[in-house]
């Protein structure tokens, strides 16, 4: 079983930075693919982010040069740093991973992320 924590939700202006941090639990795990999706209010959740193990990257549009995603493989982490951040990026933001060798994908609680205008 794998258990995420994650991190650095909160409320921002318009402007503004956040950093989220999700460390993912499970002696010798080893994960391909890490990242972030989020959910607004009457929407559908949609993918931020995700960094692969090889270290290639994906983003939305919408976030591209504002938003940078890293992880960290031997401590299992991966970090969103956010920038310029815009009233329509508030949403809960769910990190999420995928167990190497697998198509088996976990999921946070989600951390509430809201900017204010």
């Known amino acids: 079983q794998v258990q995420l924590v994650e991190s650095g939700g909160g409320l921002v202006q318009a402007g503004g930075s956040l950093r989220l941090s999700c460390a993912a639990s499970?002696?010798?795990?080893?994960?391909?693919?890490m990242g972030w999706y989020r959910q607004a209010p009457g929407k559908q959740r949609e993918l931020v982010a995700r960094v692969w193990i090889s270290g290639s990257t994906n983003y939305a549009d919408s976030v591209k040069g504002r938003f940078t995603i890293s992880r960290d493989n031997a401590k299992n982490t991966v970090t969103l740093q956010m920038n310029s951040l815009k009233p329509e990026d508030t949403a809960v933001y769910y990190c999420?991973?995928?167990?190497?060798?697998?198509?088996?994908?976990?999921w946070g609680q989600g951390t509430q992320v809201t900017v204010s205008s």
């Open positions: 999420y991973v995928r167990l190497w060798g697998t198509s088996a994908d976990y």
């Open positions: 499970g002696t010798g795990r080893r994960f391909d693919g």
